[in-house]
């Protein structure tokens, strides 16, 4: 069974800071990897799909990959108070049609 | 211009009744899926189809049944409903890769939140 696990929270960050979100997968031959936010009553939104090791940063969201430990996270710069949502990890795996998803983190920034 | 369109957004109904949601999408991709989210969040995968075929089905009671008439709509019906029916079902639509397998990532309709009473 392909899972993927995050820490559910809530994280809490104050205002400005560095929120920083995670997630480990069991798949190893997982090829494509998603951070969707979601707030409450809405549904998800993709914010950052990443598919190779390394960062991948868009504006004050940067994405980290390492396949060898089987490790996605979640970088927020200068978190605001609208970045307060459920962040959802989700995988790809090799060879298949759908996404599976985490169960997602809470975060609360603090003004 | 809505990209990924559910309907209803709200449906409640008595246990026993039939019901259907329906789903549209206007951005060409050419794999839809439904997904189940429960009171605690967590999103499951129930079908997928690609141009009209289903390739996903997971464990899900035969009482739901998704129906896809082209590659633009996916419709879910579920007849008999039970209490534990009750959640938000999540339309999205994908892309295949266009050599190899594995999708990019999703776009999410709004939602239908589904309450059986």
């Known amino acids: 069974q392909k899972e993927v696990e995050q820490n559910s929270g809530p994280l809490s960050v104050p205002e400005g800071a560095i929120a920083s979100l995670n997630c480990t997968y069991s798949?190893?031959?997982?090829?494509?990897f998603f951070w969707y936010r979601q707030y409450s009553g809405k549904s998800p939104e993709l914010i950052m799909s990443?598919?190779?090791?390394g960062d991948k940063e868009d504006g004050r969201f940067t994405a980290q990959l390492n396949k060898a430990s089987q490790y996605v996270s979640l970088l927020i710069r200068d978190s605001q108070p609208s970045d307060s949502a459920t962040y959802l990890c989700?995988?790809?795996?090799?060879?298949?049609?759908?996404?599976?998803f985490g169960k997602g983190t809470r975060l609360h920034i603090l003004p | 211009d809505t990209a990924v369109s559910q309907t209803p957004k709200y449906l409640v109904t008595q246990m026993g009744n039939d019901k259907s949601i329906k789903c549209e999408q206007n951005?060409?991709?050419?794999?839809m899926y439904w997904y189940k989210q429960d009171s605690k969040k967590f999103l499951k995968i129930m079908f997928s189809y690609n141009n009209k075929e289903l390739i996903i089905n997971e464990t899900v009671p035969n009482r739901f049944s998704p129906k896809s008439p082209d590659k633009a709509h996916l419709n879910l019906h579920i007849n008999s409903l039970e209490l534990g029916d009750s959640a938000v079902y999540f339309c999205a639509s994908s892309q295949r890769f266009s050599r190899g397998y594995g999708v990019y990532g999703y776009t999410f309709g709004s939602g239908t939140r589904l309450t059986v009473v």
């Open positions: 989700a995988v790809n795996g090799r060879g298949d049609d759908k996404i599976i």
């Open positions: 798949d190893r031959g997982s090829q494509s």
């Open positions: 951005l060409g991709h050419d794999t």
């Open positions: 990443i598919y190779s090791n």
